[in-house]
């Protein structure tokens, strides 16, 4: 199906549903997982790029064209002006919490949402269906495959114990054994020259859906004061 020059209503309802649906599809995966842009916002974003382009074909001017010779009308700029603006909403969602980055796959899924709308609003219903089938198999079904593969973490921690306390050599035989590797970033007294503060960035490689960091903690806790431990990201 391609973008007839004449619309019917019943093409305009046909579109508008199939974009409502294919966002509600999309949006109640990003929704149920708690995310930013949930259920209603992916079908607001579809439902605005499926209008750009259903009135973009609404306002071609059909004096002596044909209907291969919309796409390179001037016409075309709204809907590429949706995908723009689209641009500063995905950014939004993406938040970073110190080190660490989240909702790109959120502001990836908004993006996709909109190329969606604006392909079943331009009447390309089967390239719809078939994005929208291919984003719900991609944020479903290779979810499970992306918390398999295994990947690099690391975390920033600063330890407190008695100043003559071998930390540097202590530290790396409790963590070995859980595959955790440690490197010294620097050491500090107390004023009083009793205790003092060891910081260490930590790297191990684990799948996301295997958790280590509970076991770090439990083990380091039994022979030093933990004051700090947070995960960061490789820059």
Same mark, same amino acid.
């Given at each position: 199906?391609?973008? !007839?020059?004449?619309?019917? +209503?019943?093409?305009?309802?046909?579109?508008?549903?199939? =974009?409502?649906?294919?966002?509600? *599809?999309?949006?109640?995966?990003?929704?149920?997982?708690? @995310?930013?842009?949930?259920?209603? %916002?992916?079908?607001?974003?579809?439902? &605005?790029?499926?209008?750009?382009?259903?009135? &973009?074909? *609404?306002?071609?001017?059909?004096?002596?064209?044909?209907?291969?010779?919309?796409?390179?009308?001037?016409?075309?700029? #709204?809907?590429?002006?949706?995908? %723009?603006?689209? /641009?500063?909403?995905?950014?939004?969602?993406?938040?970073?919490?110190?080190?660490?980055?989240?909702?790109?796959?959120?502001? &990836?899924?908004?993006?996709?949402?909109?190329? *969606? /709308?604006?392909?079943?609003?331009?009447?390309?219903?089967?390239?719809?269906?078939?994005? %929208?089938?291919?984003?719900?198999?991609?944020?479903?079904?290779?979810?499970?495959?992306?918390?398999?593969?295994?990947?690099?973490?690391?975390?920033?921690?600063?330890? =407190?114990?008695?100043?003559?306390?071998?930390? #540097?050599?202590?530290?790396?035989?409790?963590?070995? !054994?859980?595959?955790?590797?440690?490197?010294?970033?620097?050491?500090? @007294?107390? !004023?009083?020259?009793?205790?003092?503060?060891?910081?260490?960035?930590?790297? +191990?490689?684990?799948?996301?859906?295997?958790?280590?960091?509970?076991?770090?903690?439990? &083990?380091?806790?039994?022979?030093?004061?933990?004051?700090?431990?947070?995960?960061?990201?490789?820059?």
């Amino acid at each position: 199906m391609s973008m !007839p020059l004449h619309p019917s +209503w019943l093409d305009i309802v046909l579109r508008l549903a199939l =974009t409502m649906l294919a966002g509600a *599809i999309i949006g109640l995966d990003r929704g149920v997982r708690g @995310h930013a842009a949930g259920f209603r %916002t992916t079908i607001l974003v579809g439902l &605005a790029a499926s209008v750009a382009m259903i009135q &973009a074909n *609404i306002l071609l001017s059909l004096s002596g064209k044909s209907p291969e010779s919309f796409s390179v009308m001037d016409l075309m700029r #709204l809907p590429l002006g949706i995908l %723009t603006g689209v /641009g500063f909403i995905g950014g939004g969602t993406i938040l970073k919490k110190g080190d660490l980055v989240t909702g790109v796959t959120t502001a &990836a899924t908004l993006w996709l949402v909109t190329v *969606i /709308g604006l392909c079943l609003g331009g009447g390309q219903v089967i390239l719809g269906i078939v994005a %929208t089938a291919l984003a719900v198999f991609t944020l479903q079904a290779l979810k499970r495959i992306d918390r398999m593969i295994p990947r690099e973490h690391r975390a920033r921690m600063v330890l =407190t114990c008695d100043a003559a306390q071998d930390v #540097l050599n202590e530290l790396p035989r409790i963590l070995a !054994p859980l595959g955790c590797r440690d490197q010294f970033q620097g050491r500090t @007294h107390s !004023p009083t020259a009793e205790t003092a503060e060891y910081v260490f960035e930590l790297t +191990w490689r684990r799948p996301n859906s295997c958790l280590l960091t509970g076991d770090i903690l439990s &083990a380091l806790d039994r022979r030093f004061q933990i004051k700090q431990f947070e995960l960061t990201t490789d820059v």
